[in-house]
């Protein structure tokens, strides 16, 4: 009677323990997501992209959205999303934001040339930094100016379609 009893007992202290894996498991998700979820509310925009792009948790996500990242093999490999493809007005890509900001590179036209731009962007998209280049006759990539009200007129494309992005993103987690 006392060993059935001492076998009752192990066996209510494993369920016991096979219950609180997979309860931890639950409790880490939803504490992730609404981390997630309270970077949207209070619009930490960097903090949402990092978020986003820290592993493979959110690619689906993204994909259903509309947006272009990598395979799901490439993400496990790199130990994240290393560029998210955002199309639209200017057909850009994001990469996996730093601590104070993000980066935008994108290809335009200018004056019948293609010219690469890269947009470093702060945490309310505005630019901390911005460079062209072209190629010229000799194949060589150099760097380009352009003028300020083409700068201005692109990044507010840029703004608008990661802004935009915010939002669908924020409809498809949690609409």
Known sequence: MLDKLKQFKLLIVLFLFLLAIPLYFTYNHFQQSSVLKEAFEKNERIEVLHRLTASEKYASDIRK?????????????DGGIDSIEIKGDIDFKISHP???????????????????????????FDITSSTYFQINEKNINERVNISQSEEE????????????????MYQTLYG
């Open 153 to 168: 007129r692109l990044l507010k494309i840029v703004q608008k379609e990661l802004e935009d992005f915010m939002e669908k």
């Open 98 to 124: 730093g601590r104070n900001g993000v980066t935008a590179y994108f290809e335009i036209e200018i004056d019948g040339k293609i010219t690469s731009a890269l947009y470093e962007l702060d945490k309310n």
């Open 65 to 77: 959205a509309g947006y272009v990242v990598p395979p799901d093999g490439a993400i496990r490999l």
